[in-house]
Structures are given as structure tokens and as C-alpha cells.
């Protein structure tokens, strides 16, 4: 992860603050039973635009799926009269499925995440034993995007940052003067993410959030999930840079690193796993596509015993 690349980063922000040209547009849905939040951003000059981690609905009791949240993403995109050129996963998430798949049949685009999602799919490819017809190559993506990698949404720049810890692949947007960070940080007064699943690692994930520190404060950052504080009547989903430094509970300027990493392992002990983990990680490494029919017609998903 290199420097210039955040530098250029953080110049792209500025340029954006200072005309509203490189502005995008953003319109959130909160999904309040996963506590994900999916992004549509678009360019309002062209009416480009993309949408960020989306969710397929999914009951863990019954096996049903449904796409009630999706279908709201795809009105509003047809009422606005929008171009989705892009489904950016910034990680392949463990608490909801995506709806990418679904989303691309109807509306189009292509589908990227981060490349390190090869680390990832070998990784639980063999927690799930899902066997040599399971690609580990990242194949099931359109597009996957490397540390400083550059692209357009309509005449806004975008620009990805590698912002690993939480898991090896996750991935940061920079589209206009809006920064799009996946897990990597909560509201202020909730934290960071946990650091504790396969290819996590705490000390990884402070080095990383110092790095989107490092943007302008007047950065906006819009985060994929919110737990609502104790203290906090309503969810949100959107903070910037500066406060995240002068106000996160977990990692704001004056926390060390040492007592980062010693924090958030001991918080992570305490932790149970997602509800969803297991259903969502094997259908997210295969870029949301529901594991292959079996010779009754029937999809079934793996639940491994006494091995997480």
C-alpha cells in the first residue's frame, strides 16, 4: 500500500471540495435486519453511477430469499433515470448476501471487489471443502481492483484503496470528495470493525484505518453497517474524517497502536459470530451467485460443524 497512492487520494478530495462537479450523489438504504447500509452514488451530469453493497433478503430459518431490498435499490434507480455501470462489493461480506447477480440482471454493470478476494476464496474454500469446481481466481468478478487503481463513474474520478484487516480484501472508494470504507470503521461512538475472522488481523486494520485517517477532514465517509449505539435513538450511516479522528471511541488520534491491537483482540473474544456468516460468506466468494443446483434442482448451502 503505497503512499503516492494515498497522496493522490487525498488530492482527488480536494480537487472534488472545490467544485461541485466531482460531487457525487448519494442516496442510502438501511436494511435494518442485516444493520447494512447499500449505497447508490451517481454522477449527477451524466446520471452514471454505481451501487455499493447491496442486499439479497435471506431468512436463515426457512432458506428463503427474497429481494425486497434489492427491488428498492432497482426503483430507485429507474425513477431517477440512472446508468449503473458498476456493483462494488468492498468485501465479501459475512453478516448479508449480496444481490450484485440479481441487481446486474436487471439494471447491468459490471461487478468488481478488491483482488486480494482470491486470499479470501482460498480461505474458505477449504472451510466449506467446496472442491476443484470452485474457482479461487476471482473469476466470478468482472473486475478486480488493486491498491491505487483508477476509474470513472460518469466524469468523476474514482480510486481504490487497499484497506485490509477486518478481512485480506477489503476495499475503499474514493468517488469525488466521498470515500465508500466498507467495514473498516463504525459511527464514532460505536468504533471499529472486529478483526477476528479468517485472514483478519488487529494491528493490520489500525495501520489501514490510519491510512483513511490521513484524508481531509472534510472527507465524507459512508459506512456499510450501523449498530446504534446505547446512546443513539436512530440509525446512521454517514460521518467524515475529522470526526472519526477526534471522535471514535476506538481510535481516534491519541490511541496507540499497541493498545489498538490490545482492545480490539480482547473485544473480539467476546464477540459471537454473525447470525449470517455462514449462508453469506459462501454465496458472497462466489460474487453473490447461489451455489450450483444438485441433481434434484435444489440448492443447498454447507453449514461446517465444530470447526469456526
Known amino acids: 500500500m503505497g503512499d503516492a497512492n494515498l497522496a493522490a487520494a487525498a488530492d482527488q478530495i480536494r480537487l472534488a471540495l472545490a467544485s461541485q462537479v466531482s460531487r457525487p ?24 453511477g454505481a451501487i455499493i453493497d447491496s442486499v439479497l433478503d435471506f431468512d436463515p430459518a426457512s432458506g428463503r430469499t427474497s429481494k425486497n431490498s434489492a427491488d428498492a ?17 468492498t468485501h465479501a461480506h459475512a453478516d448479508h448476501l449480496s444481490a450484485a447477480p440479481y441487481l446486474q ?14 486470499t479470501v476464496q482460498q480461505v474458505f474454500g477449504k472451510i466449506f471443502n467446496f472442491g476443484s469446481e470452485f474457482a479461487r ?20 474520478p474514482v480510486m481504490c484503496l487497499h484497506v485490509p484487516g477486518h478481512t485480506p480484501a477489503d476495499l475503499a472508494y474514493i468517488i469525488g470528495d466521498c470515500a465508500f470504507i466498507g467495514d473498516t470503521l463504525f459511527m464514532p461512538d460505536y468504533g471499529t470493525a472486529r478483526a477476528d475472522f479468517p485472514g483478519g488481523d ?49 481510535v481516534h488520534d491519541k490511541i496507540k497502536e499497541d493498545d489498538f491491537v490490545e482492545m480490539r483482540n480482547k473485544r473480539d473474544a467476546t464477540l459471537d459470530l454473525p447470525t449470517l456468516i455462514l449462508p453469506s460468506v459462501q454465496v458472497n466468494v462466489r460474487g453473490g451467485h447461489l451455489p450450483p443446483a444438485e441433481d434434484n434442482g435444489v440448492r443447498y448451502l454447507k453449514l461446517p460443524l465444530d470447526l469456526l
Open 25 to 48: 450523489v448519494v442516496q442510502s438504504f438501511f436494511d435494518e435486519t442485516t444493520f447494512t447500509a447499500t449505497h447508490v452514488v451517481h454522477d449527477l451530469q451524466t446520471r452514471h
Open 73 to 89: 435499490v432497482i426503483s430507485y434507480v429507474r425513477n431517477t433515470n440512472l446508468t449503473i455501470d458498476w456493483h462494488l462489493e
Open 105 to 118: 440482471e436487471i439494471l447491468g454493470g459490471k461487478l468488481a471487489i478488491g483482488a486480494h478476494i482470491k
Open 137 to 156: 481466481d476471482g473469476s466470478q468478478f468482472d473486475q478486480l481492483f488493486s491498491d491505487g487503481d483508477k476509474f470513472h463513474l460518469g466524469n468523476m
Open 202 to 250: 488487529a494491528r493490520q486494520l489500525f495501520k489501514s484505518i490510519r491510512r483513511l485517517l490521513a484524508l481531509p477532514e472534510e472527507t465524507k465517509i459512508y459506512l456499510c453497517h450501523d449498530y446504534k449505539a446505547p446512546q443513539r435513538d436512530r440509525f446512521v450511516w454517514e460521518t467524515t474524517i475529522g470526526a472519526q479522528k477526534r471522535g471514535n471511541i476506538h
